[in-house]
Structure formats: structure tokens, C-alpha cells
């Protein structure tokens, strides 16, 4: 745990902007999670601290780009890399939120972090240099997709932050791609705001490579009207957490969620979400799909909070889960909590292996067992992987996925 | 035209709106419900001191004669409740318990020995006459034996020598301590170890009384079984403990249930029960709880932190829990099935209403450990009032239960807009080879179909009440016959109110 030893005395960084100070301030009298907490107990610890072994890197190593390279009619930006962004067209436009505009949003978002449920937001806070803040605001509509990555280097913790203002009546596609290296664990904190009328269609892929970490991290802030919709996948990641945080501040929000996380061999890759619903006629429809494998273990914890406020509000949560070995672990608790009388909620989980009679089905038809199992987990994986926006027709998700497997 | 019809449509939307209005407070008016069993019956009884220390533990034991077997697991249990935290987890706002300020055995005098029931005090036999409970010959008919618990003792079983007559040995706990040690020493604390948490710690240190029952192999046991549980004294609090032990291919159904006087404190009751099946044997544990809930603001009431598990040992056994919890000011309750038989059965059947300030946080634990193992777990939960209904529930499919299924459905009905229901299902999987399903869904009474039922002559009162009993439909189909007819009049007296 050598980032915690370096907090605790306080030499972790010499140059320290005013949030650091502000987050590395409150990590101090509490430097790690406590443990037994609900979002904390099931993590495991060895991996956890692995994570935080490997020293800070502000500079980063040569980026090789993903396939697909060429990027026409795509916006590609690259957290970490210093540039300046000002593009303004007839329909739209997208500049970078100026340093006094930045710091005011996240103080007010530290301002209401509660030690254990945002400590992944205070560590990526007190770690992420001001070059890997990306800071952005989005106008106007007909605005090309966009791309943003973030990616960590070999043998190094790497911090990056993005915070995103969506204007009001604004639209956009966006993906984003958290790439781990080897030996390296990647902190990645997001924050969205969307204003009145707004719609966000989001997708998040990560996935590592041997032995890499991740942090994820991922909070909006809906008012009213507006439309999240959000596709994400994880996977190949000795140890990944996606934290996702949706608050409907005043109501009247549509929220989509379509997650999968796919784990093999000893990795454990858990999501935990928390929807806040805060006023009236609420809409949420998330489903979360694990697949585990090998000794795995994928966990899902999912909150629902409905409070007084929120009458009208219609909630669902669907936890799937593939278990495909012996030694393999899920762990799934959808939750609701609800105090408002008139709404409607409901979740579901379930737990199971691949269906026999299906592959008994096909085999019968002359398919062998290994290709009967792939048509199975394509079906399984094509509802969450054909939400993910931009990714359709640029990456070859599935057959990334299916390959893996 | 244009004009009136506008006028008749806005008209009959502020009448609509009207009767919604009705309606709600009709509703939350009708949960409104005095607590009938809330007297307090006047009798001499046997106190120890307050407080809580090894020497206390040494008195009761040697109140209750008992063996060294019993006293050593009581001390054993008491060193590790003191080092044990109460638990906060389940986040249940109450007053920090003073275990030194109650009373921990409370008894009311009488003869020495009874022979029979004539000999019971009168007093006693009237309070439960007036619970309603079968003690005095005459209500001997309904075919129920009755093991009647007043405070920390037993005072009466009825119908012992018709069971003994089948091999069936239906006694209360203390009785079994003499004259059946041997089975006490061989399963007490095994299905839930002193050391399982805190309440249990507590409850193996100090229990008083309770009820045991042995079947034999091969036996169907040939009357439901039921223990009643009376708080009568304000100050003491009940640690009673069951035990009950299935042979092979044996069959009981024990049904429970429990009444305290209205107090303005809170009374403390930590009751454990055990159940253990063999194989091909089956019990069915049904409860109506009716503790006193304490009044509006939250005053009194009684604290029932009861751990109740069942251990499925043999193969093909089956425990079934079903219960109706009304009353307690706070439940922190989760009745458990450890399935380790192969293809054994495991069931939770519940319904639980709170109103007013009450707090449940009740559930179960279906623990899967052997193979081709089943359960199944339908809870319903009715929130009025400012009250917390919590379904927490844990499954867990160990790595050598292949082909075990569970199915779980858990739904929340909430009355009026300041209660709150929640659900917290712990789901684990570690075999490939089950399955494992759950839903949950959350509703209020409809006033569409309140509207509908009025609309067919039928009172509005009785329209909620027939409401609430279809949503617990499935639960009360579990229910013996006797009990679902209780549970059914119990929820329609709760909601019974100034209607009609």
C-alpha cells in the first residue's frame, strides 16, 4: 500500500493544487474504506492493495491507439494529453471548462462525498494532476460522436479525471474507453452533468491486460427532462470496480442502464450502483449481466432509493448472472428502498449456467459444443454490447469478447 | 357543448381527487387498530434481582435444577457474549439496551408440582382463556396440544399423555433438562451455536424456558403442536428457547404465537429455536406474532431480536417456516434453513405488517449445502403508517449443492406515504449447476380497484381488508388451518378502524 504510506505522511505530491489539498486533507484521518461496509466487504484485499502498490506516474508513457485508428467523423480526445479545446460549429459547440469553472464544480461535489461511498472520487481527486483533468462543455445538437480515452502505463498508478457539462437541449454519443497496461492500475473518476432536456448516450469500455487494476468511477447529475442512457463492459482486469452514482436531482429523468462484466481466471471485476431518485415521476430500466469463469468472482450491488419526494417513479433492476465453473463466485444484492406509496419498482436476479437444452438443441442440429456455447454468450452479450454507442460500427466488441472467452 | 363537457370532465376530476383524498385518509385511518391482548393479569410472582453477571446465570440454573452440563454452556456462553458488540448493521434506530436493568427470570407462584391442569393457578388459565388459548379441559376438543409459556416458565401442556401414547415427547425445555438430558446435551446449540451472535449468545446464557419435542422415527405426529408465549411482567425480559428434533420419516407441525401487556417501556425478547429434521422428515414451524408494538409515538413496546434456524440433516427433509408478524415494536428476525440432507427442502413463508412507528427487519437465510437441495421464500411485507419493513435475505449455493434450486419472491405493499419498504437480498453462488431466482416488486392498494369493489356494494373497510388478504394469499395457503383463520382475522382487526 505504498499510496497510502505516502498520504499518511503526506509526501506524496510536491506540487499540490487546492482540490489535492482538499481531498489528500480528508483521506488522511481516514486513509482506506472501511471494510466491513456493504460496498467494501466483498472487495478482495490482497488485490485491493495490489492497486495501490504501484507509485504515481503524472507523465504519460507512449500511447499506442486501439483499433480502430482512423477516427473521420469522430471526435478523439485523450485524457492526459495537453492540448486546448475550442471547436465551434453551426450546430454545436465544445470548449474546455475554464480552471475556475472546473475547481467550483468539483469543490461542490467534494462538499457532499461521504468518506466510504466516494473514496475511489477522493483518491482519484488527490492523485489527478491538473494536465489530467479534462474539463468539458457541450452545446447544440448534430455533434459528431466522440471518443475519449484513458489509459494507464506499465509498472505505475495513473489518475485521470473527466468532467462533462451537457448544455440544455444538448445530445451527444459518447464513449469511453479506460484502457489498463500490464502491472498498472488505472483511477478513472467521471463526472456528468446534464441540464434541462438533455440526452446522453454513454458507453464505457474497459478492459486490461495482464495483471491491470481499475478504479472506475462514474457520477451524473440529471435534471429534468433530460436522458442518460448508459452502456458499459469490463473486462480482463485482475481487479476492477465500476462505482456508478446517477442522481435524478429533481425528478422527471429518464435513466437506461445496460452493464456486463466478464471475469476469468482469479480476477474479480464487481459494478455497484446507487439510483437516487429525488422528485417526482422518475424512470429508471437497468439491467446487469456477469459472466464468471475459472476461479472468478463478479459481484453486483445495486441500489434503488425512492424517497417521499419521488411518487410516480417507475424503477427497474435486473441482476443476470452466468456462472460457468466450479470454482467460480457471484454475488448479487439488487435493493430497493422505497418510502414514496405510488410508484412503481420491482428487481429481479438470477443465477445460472449456460441452458442445457438449448446447446442439447443445437447439437442436435450438427453444432459442436464449443460453438453452440459461443452462439449462447453471443445472444447473452449482444443485448448489452449493441447498447453501447459508437462502439457498433467501429469496434468488433463481440468478437473481442467472444474471442477471450 | 365543448364548454359543459369540458366543466362535467373537470368537475368529476376534483370529485375523483376528492375521493382519493378520502380514500388515503380512510385507509390510514383504517390500520389504526387498539391492541386487544394489552392487559395486565395481576398474579404473585417469583422475581430475581435485576442485573446480569455469572452469579445470576449460576441462580437460574440452580433454580431450574439443573445439570453441570447446561450451567457449563451457559457461563461458556455468557464469556462470549461479553466480548461480543450488539450489532448495528441492520440500522435500527433504538434506545441502547441496559442489560443490567432487567430482569432475567420472573415466574408466577404456584404448587410445586402439577398433576394436572385443575391445579393450575385460575388466574393463569383465565389470562389464557382470554388469549384464546385451548388450556382448560373443555377446549381440549380442538385437537391442538398447547404448551403454554407465562414470563420465563412453562405452566401447563395440554394432550402430553395422548402424545406420549405415540412416542412423542412434547414437554417444556426445563422438564427435557431432567428427564431427558440426553437429548438436550446432544443437540442444544447445535443448529445455533452459543457463539452464532449476539441475541443468541445472550439467550444461551440466561434462556429460561421453552418448549421441546422429540417424533420418533416413523411418527406422524397426530395433533399440530403449539406453544403460546406470554409476557406479563414489564420489567423482565423472555429468553425462551425451542428445540425440536425429527426422526427419520417422522412428520410434526408446531405452530407459535405470543402476546404481551401494553407497557411504556420496551421489554427485551431474545428467543432461540432449533430445529432439526432427519432424513425424510419434515416440520413445519408456523408463527402469528403479536407482540405489543408499542403506541403511536413510538412508546413501548416489545424488542423480539429472535434467531430461529433449521437444519435439514437427512436426505429428502424438509423445514417450512411461515409466519405472520403484526406486532413487536422492532423484529429483527430471519428464520433459517441449513439444507445439508441431499435433495432436503427449505420454504419461508411470510407476512409482515408494521404500522405507526414500528420497525421489522425480517427475512431468511437459505443456505444450500448439499445436493439437489430446494428452497423457496415468499415474503410479503405491508408498511402503514411511519414504519420500516425490511426484507433482508440472503441465499447461498455452497460448491457442492449441484441441482439445487431456489426461487424467491419477495413484494412490499406500502399504505400511505410516510412508511417505507425495503428489500435487501444477499444472493451467492459458488456451484454452476443451480439456479437461483428472485424477484421483487413493490404496490399500494389500487384505487381503481378500491373503487371497483365499492362499485359492487362491498364497504370500503372490508374492500382493504379483502385487498391485504389477497396479496397474502400465497403465505396464508401455507398457514394449518386454525392459524390462517387467526393471521386472516388478525390483519383484517388491524386494519379495522372508525370505518363503517
Same mark, same amino acid.
Given at each position: ?12 505530491? %510536491?506540487?499540490?493544487?487546492? @482540490? ?43 500511447? %499506442? ?66 494536465? $489530467? @483533468? ?11 460522436? @466522440? ?21 440544455? $437541449? ?30 446522453? $448516450? ?66 474479480? @471485476? ?5 439510483? %437516487? ?121 463481440? %468478437?473481442?469478447?467472444?474471442?477471450? $472467452? | 357543448?365543448? *364548454? ?60 431450574? =435444577? ?60 383465565? +389470562? ?36 406420549? !401414547? ?23 446449540? +447445535? ?12 439467550? &444461551? ?15 406422524? #405426529? ?11 411482567? !414489564? ?92 406486532? &413487536? ?43 439437489? +437441495?430446494?428452497?423457496? *421464500? ?31 419472491? #419477495?413484494? &412490499? ?15 451467492? &453462488? ?12 413493490? #404496490? ?37 388451518? =386454525? ?18
Amino acid at each position: 500500500m505504498n499510496i497510502i504510506e505516502k498520504i499518511k505522511t503526506n509526501k506524496l505530491i %510536491d506540487d499540490q493544487t487546492e @482540490i489535492q489539498k482538499i481531498c489528500l486533507h480528508k483521506l488522511q484521518s481516514s486513509p482506506l474504506p472501511n471494510p466491513k461496509s456493504e460496498l467494501w466487504r466483498l472487495s478482495n484485499k490482497s488485490k485491493f492493495s495490489n492497486f495501490l502498490d504501484y507509485s504515481i506516474n503524472e507523465k504519460d508513457s507512449k500511447f %499506442d491507439m486501439p483499433y480502430p485508428k482512423n477516427s473521420h467523423s469522430t471526435i478523439r480526445l485523450i485524457i492526459g494529453e495537453n492540448f486546448k479545446i475550442k471547436l465551434t460549429e453551426k450546430n454545436y459547440s465544445i470548449e474546455q471548462l475554464s480552471e475556475d469553472e472546473l475547481n467550483k464544480y468539483i469543490k461542490e461535489q467534494i462538499s457532499c462525498f461521504d468518506q466510504n461511498e466516494n473514496w475511489s472520487d477522493l483518491l482519484n481527486l488527490s492523485l489527478s494532476c491538473a494536465k $489530467n @483533468i479534462l474539463g468539458l462543455k457541450i452545446n447544440g445538437s448534430k455533434i459528431p460522436p @466522440i471518443e475519449i480515452f484513458s489509459h494507464a502505463s506499465s509498472n505505475s498508478l495513473n489518475a485521470k479525471t473527466l468532467v462533462i457539462f451537457l448544455e440544455k $437541449n444538448c445530445e451527444i454519443k459518447l464513449l469511453q474507453v479506460n484502457l489498463g497496461k500490464e502491472n498498472s492500475s488505472l483511477s478513472q473518476s467521471t463526472f456528468f452533468c446534464l441540464e434541462e432536456n438533455s440526452s446522453l $448516450n454513454h458507453g464505457v469500455v474497459s478492459y486490461g491486460e495482464n495483471r491491470s487494476n481499475l478504479l472506475n468511477s462514474l457520477n451524473v447529475i440529471q435534471q429534468k427532462n433530460s436522458e442518460y442512457n448508459l452502456g458499459s463492459l469490463h473486462f480482463k482486469f485482475n481487479y476492477a470496480r465500476f462505482e456508478i452514482s446517477i442522481k435524478q436531482s429533481v425528478g422527471n429523468a429518464k435513466t437506461n442502464i445496460k452493464g456486463m462484466q466478464i471475469t476469468k481466471s482469479d480476477e474479480q @471485476i464487481s459494478t455497484y450502483t446507487k439510483i %437516487d431518485f429525488n422528485g417526482p415521476n422518475g424512470f429508471l430500466d437497468q439491467i446487469n449481466k456477469s459472466l464468471a469463469d475459472d476461479k472468478s468472482h463478479a459481484i453486483f450491488e445495486g441500489s434503488i432509493i425512492v424517497p417521499k419526494s419521488a411518487q410516480k417513479t417507475d424503477a427497474s433492476q435486473l441482476s443476470r448472472n452466468l456462472l460457468l465453473s466450479n470454482l467460480a463466485q457471484i454475488d448479487t444484492k439488487p435493493q430497493l428502498e422505497i418510502i414514496a406509496d405510488d410508484v412503481k419498482c420491482k428487481h429481479g436476479a438470477t443465477i445460472s449456467q449456460l441452458n442445457e437444452e438449448e446447446l442439447f438443441y443445437m447439437r442436435t442440429r450438427g453444432i459442436t459444443l464449443a460453438e453452440a456455447s459461443k452462439l449462447q454468450l453471443s445472444s447473452y452479450f449482444q443485448e448489452i454490447i449493441s447498447f453501447i454507442p459508437v462502439s457498433k460500427d467501429r469496434w468488433d466488441l463481440l %468478437d473481442t469478447v467472444l474471442n477471450q $472467452n | 357543448m365543448g *364548454i359543459s363537457f369540458v366543466r362535467v370532465y373537470k368537475a368529476n376530476c376534483n370529485r375523483l381527487f376528492l375521493d382519493n383524498m378520502d380514500n388515503e385518509n380512510l385507509v390510514k385511518d383504517v390500520v389504526k387498530e387498539p391492541y386487544k391482548y394489552g392487559f395486565v393479569t395481576d398474579i404473585e410472582t417469583e422475581k430475581i434481582a435485576k442485573g446480569l453477571n455469572e452469579s445470576i446465570i449460576r441462580l437460574i440454573s440452580q433454580k431450574k =435444577e439443573e445439570p453441570k452440563f447446561l450451567l457449563d454452556f451457559r457461563l461458556k456462553a455468557f464469556k462470549k457474549w461479553k466480548k461480543m458488540d450488539e450489532p448495528d448493521w441492520a440500522g435500527l434506530g433504538y434506545k441502547k439496551i441496559d442489560y443490567q436493568n432487567i430482569i432475567y427470570y420472573s415466574a408466577p407462584k404456584q404448587k410445586e408440582k402439577i398433576s394436572s391442569l385443575n391445579e393450575v393457578d385460575p388466574k393463569l388459565l383465565e +389470562t389464557f382463556d382470554k388469549l384464546g388459548i385451548p388450556l382448560t379441559e373443555q377446549k381440549k376438543l380442538t385437537n391442538v396440544a398447547v404448551d403454554a409459556v407465562f414470563d420465563s416458565v412453562s405452566i401447563a401442556t395440554t394432550f402430553r399423555e395422548e402424545l406420549a !401414547g405415540h412416542g412423542v415427547i412434547f414437554c417444556s425445555i426445563s422438564e427435557a433438562v431432567k428427564n431427558h438430558p440426553d437429548l438436550i446435551e446432544k443437540y442444544l446449540g +447445535t443448529v445455533v451455536p452459543a457463539s452464532d451472535n449476539y441475541f443468541a449468545a445472550l439467550n &444461551s446464557a440466561v434462556f429460561s424456558d421453552g418448549s421441546f419435542v422429540y417424533i420418533p422415527k416413523g411418527v406422524t #405426529c397426530p395433533m399440530d403442536l403449539s406453544s403460546y408465549f406470554r409476557i406479563n411482567s !414489564g420489567d423482565s425480559g423472555q429468553f425462551e428457547r425451542t428445540l425440536i428434533i425429527a426422526e427419520e420419516s417422522s412428520s410434526v407441525s408446531y405452530l407459535e404465537g405470543c402476546t404481551a401487556p401494553m407497557f411504556d417501556t420496551n421489554t427485551l425478547h431474545a428467543a432461540v429455536v432449533e430445529l432439526i429434521a432427519l432424513d425424510d422428515a419434515s416440520i413445519k414451524y408456523s408463527t402469528v406474532q403479536n407482540w405489543y408494538a408499542g403506541d403511536e409515538e413510538g412508546v413501548g413496546g416489545i424488542f423480539n431480536f429472535v434467531t430461529k434456524r433449521g437444519k435439514c440433516l437427512g436426505k429428502r427433509s424438509k423445514i417450512s417456516w411461515s409466519q405472520v408478524e403484526t406486532g &413487536s415494536a422492532i423484529t429483527w428476525k430471519y428464520p433459517s434453513c441449513l439444507l445439508l440432507g441431499e435433495e432436503s427442502v427449505g420454504e419461508f413463508y411470510s407476512v409482515a405488517l408494521t404500522n405507526n412507528l414500528q420497525q421489522a427487519d425480517t427475512g431468511t437465510k437459505m443456505i444450500h449445502i448439499g445436493p439437489k +437441495t430446494k428452497s423457496t *421464500i415468499v415474503s410479503k411485507g405491508i408498511s402503514a403508517g411511519n414504519s420500516i419493513n425490511s426484507y433482508r435475505g440472503l441465499v447461498k449455493m455452497g460448491t457442492k449443492a449441484a441441482g439445487s434450486r431456489n426461487y424467491s419472491q #419477495c413484494d &412490499s405493499m406500502l399504505i400511505g406515504d410516510q412508511a417505507s419498504a425495503n428489500t435487501f437480498p444477499y444472493i451467492k &453462488s459458488k456451484q454452476p449447476n443451480s439456479e437461483i431466482e428472485h424477484e421483487a416488486s413493490t #404496490c399500494r392498494i389500487s384505487e381503481d380497484q378500491l373503487f371497483y369493489l365499492q362499485s359492487r356494494g362491498i364497504e370500503f373497510e372490508e374492500a382493504v381488508s379483502m385487498m391485504v388478504s389477497g396479496f397474502c394469499r400465497d403465505v396464508f395457503n401455507q398457514l394449518p388451518m =386454525e392459524f390462517a383463520a387467526e393471521a386472516d382475522k388478525l390483519l383484517a382487526l388491524k386494519l379495522e378502524g372508525s370505518v363503517g
